[in-house]
């Protein structure tokens, strides 16, 4: 888990930071639909799940922009992680419970989705928080598979000192022969702005367009 430390006195977002964190913690969120056509039909092709398939895009997108690698130390100073590893949420059919996992990621996306698909079926009799993680490079994941929404937005509640992002993503609707996919992405003001979350959704269309 490789990060560097952040010198607030030479950082050139330092004053933004501070403000956000001591006068108006606040997080910005937005949804926007992706064409996610690709990414169905490789699966297909491939014998891949859609699922892990997706938070590896997602994954890679979120480690391509560095104000999406921040986080708070356990002594309070402020580090930006050299990678990110989804905190995903695995759905159990049975009971309609769940567990929450971490997948390391990997660069290549055929040996994260096995590792993830393994780690599913490894904790398939396991719920909610049972598995625990010493990683602190996360951020967190989840779908919503059953409804084609317009807007979803998860907080997290802790002081407002959770700077990393946290991506969802809903059931895919077509539309002219091509597969449309809401997805939703939250992020700490202090550490990035708007443009920043609008690079988001730039970068995962491009990174699924590459898929």
């Known amino acids: 888990m490789e990060f560097e430390k952040i010198n607030l006195d030479t950082w050139e977002r330092a004053p933004l930071y501070t403000y956000f964190m001591e006068n108006m913690r606040n997080v910005m969120s937005m949804t926007a639909e992706a064409d996610a056509t690709r ?3 490789r699966a297909e092709a491939d014998g891949l799940k ?3 398939a997706l938070t590896w895009l997602v994954t890679k997108t979120v480690n391509s922009i560095e ?3 921040y986080a708070l130390a356990e002594d309070g100073s402020l580090i930006r992680w050299k990678s990110l ?3 995903f949420a695995h759905f159990h059919k049975e009971d309609g419970n769940f567990i929450k996992l971490v997948c390391d990621y990997d660069e290549d996306v055929s040996a994260f989705c096995a590792r993830f698909d393994r780690l599913r079926e490894e ?3 396991k719920k909610w928080f049972e598995c625990k993680f010493a990683q602190k490079n996360t951020f967190d994941v989840t779908c919503l598979p059953w409804t084609h929404y317009k807007s979803f937005d998860v907080h997290v509640f802790d002081e407002g000192r959770y700077l990393a992002p946290v991506v969802s993503w809903g059931r895919a609707e077509e539309r002219n ?4 996919l809401p997805v939703s992405c939250n992020i700490h003001h202090a550490v990035a702005d708007g443009r920043h979350l609008c690079l988001f959704f730039e970068r995962l269309q491009e990174e699924i367009d590459r898929f």
């Open 39 to 41: 990414v169905f039909r």
């Open 50 to 52: 859609v699922y892990p």
């Open 67 to 69: 104000n999406f690698r």
């Open 85 to 87: 590893s989804p905190y």
């Open 123 to 125: 904790t398939k009799d």
């Open 177 to 180: 022969g091509r597969l449309v």
